[in-house]
């Protein structure tokens, strides 16, 4: 039986200090108002400073524009009226171009928390839905993983809390839709506002929540009778379960990636973006349950799990690391040959100001794992997919950041201490939640009709 060390339980405990006080700098050290913003963004450093020279240029400007406005009003007295118009228009352009950026730099740390808080709720639902897909098909070789599988989705229930809050209480700063004055005058979200209106998005935040923590609950139960029952009834109970959460999950992740990403952008919209994600969050769950595996085996607590368990682990990153490539081109593809304003909106920012992770993360994603995986024999060498999982990880992290941060903050984006403290927080409160869950029984399944055939498994 797994247990957690106190040196590893400490140093997430440590992570987590850290990181909860670096988001709270994060929300501390946010400007209040436009003066604030204007000296912060004099006195900045990051990737916004060209947007902020951009800005004082166009003021410098404008005031040389009042000031030859003043020379010619001296000499015909006439256009003085038109000449003060003018100008009053600009300051007023100005006042809200301010009063936008103050919105995004406000929004800064909310995102940075809901990146990070996304990422790792999104581990462990993936790997509930792996879990439910080995039960759906009766699979024979996965059984000897179900308790680690198990023991990750522990953390589902406080990271869908977690998120689930996130998203409630951002308000505006996320979610455009629920800024009243603005649906009215914009007819397109007034189009939306049966589906996008705050009661029904929480109706459906709260199905989504109750749903996938139900079917967890219920699946470890009867996992666990299955160890003590006289008969098959607990696991048939949960392949019927099974069955019945893929087709509520079918619905429900579609659903939850327009309500928590697309909705950002409201007028923007993909037919490919839930299954985008899904690709996301699967890939990044049998990541970790790869490595997480690797780990006790490190530990000799899991000698049941063989390298062919291995294997056909890294077959699963491999294959849904070209199946995320396949969407990701797909989607930027089409939006890029049709060239409808509407859509290509959404990739200008991205390309534009994010450049360098937006094709960055195609190489961690496809590059890096097809170099390191496609060779068959390197799939069952431990330090191979520990180095694929890692560049997995972190490109799919980046491609969480993409779905947010261009969306909420815009250009005015980098990362610094909000972001890497919201990082250490979820991952030092992932590490003891995933801990704890994989401490509560032995490591081996019993009664489960393929554990023989399981443990026996060879590629």
Excluded: C
Excluded at 56 to 64: C, K, Q, V
Excluded at 286 to 297: D, E, F, N, S
């Amino acid at each position: 039986m797994y247990t957690i060390s106190s040196k590893l339980k400490i140093t997430a405990i440590i992570f987590m200090i850290v990181g909860a006080l670096g988001l709270v700098y994060g929300f501390l050290t946010t400007p209040s108002n436009v003066e604030e913003l204007k000296e912060m963004m004099a006195s900045e450093e990051h990737h916004g400073d060209s947007e902020a020279h951009a800005m004082n240029s166009e003021e410098e400007d404008h005031h040389e524009a009042i000031s030859e406005h003043e020379v010619v009003n001296e000499e015909h007295g006439a256009a003085a009226v038109s000449h003060e118009t003018n100008a009053h228009e600009s300051a007023s352009h100005d006042d809200a171009h301010y009063e936008h950026v103050l919105h995004q730099y406000q929004t800064k740390p909310w995102s940075a928390t809901f990146v990070n808080a996304f990422f790792f709720f999104m581990i462990a639902l993936g790997a509930l839905v792996f879990y439910a897909i080995q039960y759906a098909a009766s699979a024979g070789w996965s059984p000897v993983l179900f308790r680690v599988i198990e023991g990750i989705t522990a953390y589902l229930l406080p990271g869908s809390i977690i998120v689930f809050l996130i998203v409630v209480f951002a308000g505006t700063h996320f979610y455009p839709w629920q800024n009243e004055e603005l649906v009215a005058h914009d007819p397109i979200l007034q189009a939306k506002s049966g589906y996008l209106n705050f009661p029904f998005f929480l109706i459906r935040g709260i199905i989504y929540i109750i749903g996938w923590n139900l079917y967890r609950h219920f699946s470890r139960k009867n996992s666990l009778a299955q160890e003590t029952a006289l008969d098959l009834a607990p696991y048939k109970r949960n392949f019927k379960l099974a069955v019945f959460f893929l087709m509520f999950f079918i619905v429900t992740e579609s659903t939850m990636a327009w309500d928590w990403f697309m909705s950002m952008t409201p007028h923007w919209y993909s037919t490919l973006f839930a299954w985008y994600i899904f690709a996301t969050m699967f890939v990044s769950a049998i990541t970790v349950i790869a490595l997480v595996t690797i780990m006790l085996k490190k530990l000799n607590l899991v000698p049941f799990i063989n390298d062919s368990h291995l294997h056909d682990l890294a077959k699963f990153m491999f294959a849904f690391s070209v199946f995320w490539t396949y969407l990701w081109f797909s989607q930027f593809m089409l939006i890029w040959y049709a060239n409808i304003p509407e859509e290509v909106t959404y990739f200008i920012i991205r390309i534009q100001e994010y450049n360098l992770l937006f094709f960055g993360m195609l190489v961690l994603n496809f590059v890096f794992p097809i170099l390191i995986l496609i060779n068959s024999d390197y799939k069952r060498i431990p330090w191979f997919v520990i180095m694929a999982g890692v560049l997995l990880l972190a490109g799919h992290y980046i491609d969480v950041f993409l779905l947010v941060m261009p969306s909420t903050v815009g250009p005015y984006w980098f990362f610094g201490i909000t972001e890497i403290g919201g990082l250490l927080f979820f991952l030092g409160l992932f590490i003891l939640v995933v801990g704890a869950g994989l401490g509560k029984v032995a490591l081996r399944p019993k009664g489960n009709p393929f554990i023989v055939e399981s443990e026996n498994y060879h590629y």
